[in-house]
Each structure stands twice: as structure tokens, then as C-alpha cells.
Nanobody, 129 residues
Framework: QVQLVESGGGLVQPGGSLRLSCVTS????????IGWFRQAPGKEREGVSC??????????YYAGSVKGRFTISRDNAQNTVYLQMNSLKPEDTAFYYC????????????????????WGQGTQVTVSS
């Protein structure tokens, strides 16, 4: 049974940092891509970042709005994918989810939430002074 559990969200001031964790189980993380998504109230779920499997090329992808501020990484031994978020802005406020479609590579449409079948329950990130 595929499971993903996010943690690490919270309240942070603008300019601050948070690191989100996505702990996976039920599959071998080494072989699969993981995506991070977020959803703000009244908005559609949007792709934030994706990291391909370690046995493909391990490439990382980012939405333009977070490029240069967020970094995705994976620790296969700990079955965990991280999203390091720096220089946070109020517009980063959202519920953050990790997801997998059990493919090895993120692909050109990694940002499309509809392509992912397995989701965690999410963690709230609030950026406010």
C-alpha cells in the first residue's frame, strides 16, 4: 500500500525558511519520481517541484515562481523526499502535498496534478508577519 506522509509545515515570517518532509512507504523510493504540489484557498492545486528517481537521472524540476528559492532532494535510505523552502513570501501560503504516480521520471508534465494517483494528507505552510 503506497503511503506518503508530509510534515514540517508551520507559520513563518516573510523571508524565512521551512523544510518539508515527505516520508514514503509501500514502494521502493529509489525507483520513483516524487512531486510536491500546493493548493491555496480558492485556487487550483499547482505543481511546485519534482525529482526523478535515482536510477533515471535524478533531475529536479521547479515551478518558475519558486525557482532559486526552493530545493528538492531525496534520501532514499530514509524513504524521504525534502523540500527546502527559503526566502518565503506570503504568496507561498498554501497546503503542501507530496505525490507520486509511480513513474521513474518526472516528465514534461510533472506539474499536472491530475497525473498523480497517490497523495499524502498535506501540511499547512503560512507565511505572514
Amino acid at each position: 500500500q503506497v503511503q506518503l506522509v508530509e510534515s514540517g509545515g508551520g507559520l513563518v515570517q516573510p523571508g524565512g525558511s521551512l523544510r518539508l518532509s515527505c516520508v514514503t512507504s509501500g514502494f521502493t523510493l529509489d525507483y520513483y519520481a516524487i512531486g510536491w504540489f500546493r493548493q491555496a484557498p480558492g485556487k487550483e492545486r499547482e505543481g511546485v517541484s519534482c525529482i526523478s528517481s535515482s536510477d533515471s537521472d535524478g533531475s529536479a524540476y521547479y515551478a518558475g515562481s519558486v525557482k532559486g528559492r526552493f530545493t528538492i532532494s531525496r534520501d532514499n535510505a530514509q524513504n524521504t523526499v525534502y523540500l527546502q523552502m527559503n526566502s518565503l513570501k506570503p504568496e507561498d501560503t498554501a497546503f503542501y502535498y507530496c505525490a507520486t504516480d509511480l513513474y521513474r521520471a518526472c516528465g514534461d508534465s510533472w506539474w499536472a496534478a491530475r497525473l498523480y494517483a497517490n497523495w499524502g494528507q498535506g501540511t499547512q505552510v503560512t507565511v505572514s508577519s
